[in-house]
């Protein structure tokens, strides 16, 4: 049931029903602690009194004292040091009657001339106040007020006679404590001894320790309230915004957020706010990436499509040979582009899967491009005659932080894409070298037509037109692959004619590591 409570309840609201709980038990602990300091304060207290009481008493019945006025004073005059730190002494006899009291004769300073004929009382021993009442059948009002000598009657008849017996005093802004305790001799009771002392620091401690414990009851309540404040404001809130930041995002609402503002925090929060709008940027960057890039490869479709299905309408009807022989050439190269295109289209969905799964590291890349040009001279040096030469400025290392097996792609499609665009017998050449600022610089050259685009940076536009005859064997999807690879190695790359003969030049630089 508790932990249904908390689940339904926000952050701030558990954060208050928790510490309203803890606060209601430590309040309880401390009411039980408060109910039971004066107890034990009076206790202490009324220890010592029974120790001058039991003193008192062995002295009486050493010097066989007599419970009359004469010898009473006489005994109060010789043992006063007994008392110096009580406020009043008092004795009666067997019937009550008073025959000794300290204040009657000025033993002490700090004696005082109240008298004691009424006394509200505080039962501590095992009798209760009504017990008292009972027995004596006294009307003690609202305030519970009866007299010495009624509360001694009491006594003498309760089933306590003989116990010390002590009892509280509170009027008049004075707190006085009263132990009082029968006087026997030979087995027979003589009198009774009283004995009270200002107790005023009882009262002083019990009140010291209530208003230290308000101070810190107000002092905690006032942190959890301001603390609640910060967290609402400067936490939950901020956490709220980003939930409907979310929300806004899923229901493609053009509603404005303030994550902007979020933003601009320099905590956590500042750098949750960021992740979560560049993951968003970048979550609609690939969606209309690849709405873009289908609407395109539909679009490229079509035209192979188009031609597939003319040639085919005239293949069927014609008798020329060597007409069906161009038919059939161009249904083959037809049949070839548009495979090359769905192979291509499936190998980047790939490898953008593959690009989030894969780590940066430390690369030499010499190794990496010599395996690439020994791959690629093994096949067309052969087959068509073309060479690739490999050069370098002379340095010894060429370290970069990237992907090995897309570094390798990066050539290879800079290498295919030369190709495509030379004669037989002609050379391609890679050089890696370190420029001037120390970037990493990879130039691939080729001795073909070079570029007849003024502006060549949109040969790295997917599906690009300006084709060789050879292009059924490519997509248009090469150097826009090779784009976003060094793109995503934080390079970049330029396409240009070269400038000591003819053909064409790709270069490409690297971050140095």
Excluded at 228 to 248: E, M
Excluded at 359 to 377: A, R, T
Excluded at 406 to 423: G, K, P, T, V
Aim: glycine fraction near 4%; avoid cysteine; charge should be positive.
């Amino acid at each position: 049931m508790f932990s249904r409570l908390l689940k339904n309840l926000s952050i701030l609201k558990k954060f208050l029903f928790i510490n309203f709980i803890f606060f209601s038990i430590i309040s309880l602990f401390t009411y039980i602690y408060l109910e039971n300091v004066q107890p034990n304060l009076i206790k202490k207290k009324s220890s010592n009194h029974i120790e001058v009481i039991n003193n008192t008493i062995d002295n009486l019945t050493r010097l066989n004292i007599r419970f009359v006025e004469e010898d009473i004073r006489k005994f109060l005059f010789s043992t006063r040091f007994l008392f110096q730190n009580l406020d009043r002494v008092i004795f009666f006899d067997n019937q009550l009657n008073l025959v000794g009291d300290t204040d009657t004769l000025d033993l002490d300073p700090r004696s005082f001339s109240k008298r004691l004929d009424t006394v509200e009382l505080e039962i501590l021993n095992e009798e209760k106040t009504k017990d008292i009442v009972e027995k004596k059948n006294i009307d003690v009002g609202n305030k519970n007020t009866v007299s010495l000598k009624d509360i001694l009657f009491n006594y003498a008849g309760s089933k306590n006679f003989g116990i010390p017996y002590t009892f509280t005093q509170d009027e008049f802004k004075k707190f006085y404590l009263t132990t009082i305790k029968n006087v026997m001799l030979d087995g027979e009771n003589i009198g009774y001894l009283a004995i009270t002392e200002n107790a005023n620091d009882i009262k002083a401690a019990i009140e010291e320790r209530k208003t230290f414990i308000i101070r810190t009851a107000l002092a905690v309540g006032l942190v959890i309230i301001i603390f609640s404040f910060v967290l609402n404001k400067y936490f939950l809130k901020p956490i709220k915004n980003l939930v409907i930041y979310t929300k806004t995002i899923k229901n493609k609402n053009a509603k404005a957020s303030n994550i902007e503002s979020l933003k601009l925090r320099n905590d956590e929060l500042g750098l949750l706010s960021n992740s979560l709008d560049d993951m968003t940027l970048e979550l609609q960057k690939r969606i209309s990436h690849a709405e873009n890039f289908s609407t395109d490869l539909v679009h490229e479709i079509r035209n192979p499509l188009a031609s597939l299905k003319s040639a085919s309408e005239i293949l069927h009807d014609t008798t020329d040979i060597n007409q069906r022989e161009k038919l059939i050439e161009i249904l083959s190269h037809d049949v070839q582009r548009i495979e090359r295109l769905i192979t291509d289209y499936s190998q980047i969905l790939k490898d953008e899967v593959a690009l989030s799964k894969e780590k940066v590291k430390k690369l030499d890349i010499e190794p990496i491009i010599k395996s690439v040009v020994d791959d690629f001279n093994n096949i067309y040096k052969l087959k068509r005659g073309i060479k690739i030469s490999y050069l370098n400025d002379g340095k010894k290392k060429y370290y970069i932080n990237g992907i090995e097996n897309r570094i390798e792609q990066i050539i290879a499609n800079l290498l295919d894409n030369a190709i495509s665009f030379s004669d037989n017998n002609k050379v391609v050449t890679v050089k890696v070298s370190k420029s001037k600022n120390d970037r990493i610089q990879i130039n691939v050259l080729d001795e073909g037509e070079g570029f007849k685009e003024k502006d060549t940076n949109k040969i790295f536009n997917r599906f690009y037109s300006n084709r060789p005859d050879r292009f059924g064997q490519h997509s248009g999807l090469g150097l826009n692959i090779v784009k976003n690879l060094v793109d995503l190695h934080n390079g970049t790359i330029k396409a240009s004619n070269r400038l000591d003969q003819k053909g064409a030049s790709m270069e490409i630089t690297f971050p140095n590591a």
